[in-house]
């Protein structure tokens, strides 16, 4: 399943939502990623101006991957966020 995000809050609650799928939780995702549970928490709220390193490692431990594409036109509903 694709998710469309374009901003901060709606990464960091795709990752939250994937991180729950898994049954993991913050702190265990810390453990797997070497990060503290505190940052796990700001980059699914979308605070803290992640690091893309730090990001690639969250989506990494989720066996997950980024995707750059071009904007589509149509908008992205809070109900496609989650």
Sequence with gaps: ??????????IGAAIRRQRKLKGLTQAQLGQKTGLRQATISQLEKGEGGAQLKTLTDVLSALNLELVIQERTTSPVSFEDIF
């Excluded at 399943?1 to 709606?10: A, E, G, W």
């Design 1 to 10: 399943m694709s998710t469309i995000v374009r901003i901060p809050f709606q």
